[in-house]
T-cell receptor, first 114, second 116 residues
Framework: DAGVTQSPTHLIKTRGQQVTLRCSPK?????VSWYQQALGQGPQFIFQ???????QRGNFPDRFSGHQFPNYSSELNVNALLLGDSALYLC?????????????FGQGTRLTVV | AQKVTQAQTEISVVEKEDVTLDCVYE???????LFWYKQPPSGELVFLIR??????QNEISGRYSWNFQKSTSSFNFTITASQVVDSAVYFC?????????????FGTGTRLTVIP
């Protein structure tokens, strides 16, 4: 049973460019959440997708957008990259009930903006 | 507002020593969940435990134990007889109505180094 998989594992982009990160949830999970983890910090919630819609959003600008596909996989898009967007981006999957609180994380995509 | 404080930034212990990682939280909600996650160098967060606010029973799982005390808003994590494989960053996290369902609010983490 594959866990949460993310691609790519590493990425280097230039300031101002756009980037797309991908996540496949654990088998049977229908909810995907994205987190940003800056160096030396704890992960910060970006947004969550359930039934192909953004259900909840953290305190991130509109440059951060996402999408969920019918197979529950998800993409995170970041436009107009800033140096401060350099971080580890983690995807977590879970079951969709609002009272379900166990999330499984992928290994993350390390994004470096130069 | 909600807050999770892990005051210990880095801890080093010698193998086989016991170590306790501290976590203090703040929330106005009466219903909430507390978590501990382990982040090894590979990067993924590994779920260790979940506790809801109505269950103050301490829990033991092998060499791991957790002490939840609502009176002091603390949820501390103890590793007994530490091993080199325990070296990682450990995060305490909170879910409550303030954070939103399924939105984990993390502390800044404690980096544990176990020296052989």
């Amino acid at each position: 049973d594959a866990g949460v998989t993310q691609s790519p594992t590493h990425l280097i982009k230039t300031r101002g460019q756009q980037v797309t990160l991908r996540c496949s949830p654990k088998s049977g999970h229908d909810t995907v959440s994205w987190y940003q983890q800056a160096l030396g910090q704890g992960p910060q919630f970006i947004f969550q997708y359930y039934e192909e819609e953004e259900r909840q959003r953290g305190n991130f600008p509109d440059r951060f957008s996402g999408h969920q596909f019918p197979n529950y996989s998800s993409e995170l898009n970041v436009n107009a990259l800033l140096l401060g967007d350099s971080a580890l981006y983690l995807c977590a999957s879970s079951l969709g009930g609002l009272d379900n609180t166990e999330a499984f994380f992928g290994q993350g995509t390390r994004l470096t903006v130069v | 507002a909600q807050k999770v404080t892990q005051a210990q930034t880095e801890i080093s212990v010698v193998e086989k020593e016991d170590v306790t990682l501290d976590c203090v939280y703040e929330t106005r909600d009466t219903t909430y969940y507390l978590f501990w996650y382990k982040q090894p160098p590979s990067g993924e967060l590994v779920f260790l435990i979940r506790r809801n606010s109505f269950d103050e029973q301490n829990e033991i799982s092998g060499r791991y134990s957790w002490n939840f005390q609502k009176s002091t808003s603390s949820f501390n994590f103890t590793i007994t007889a530490s091993q080199v494989v325990d070296s990682a960053v450990y995060f305490c996290a909170l879910i409550s109505d303030q954070t939103g369902a399924n939105n984990l609010f993390f502390g800044t983490g404690t980096r544990l180094t176990v020296i052989p």
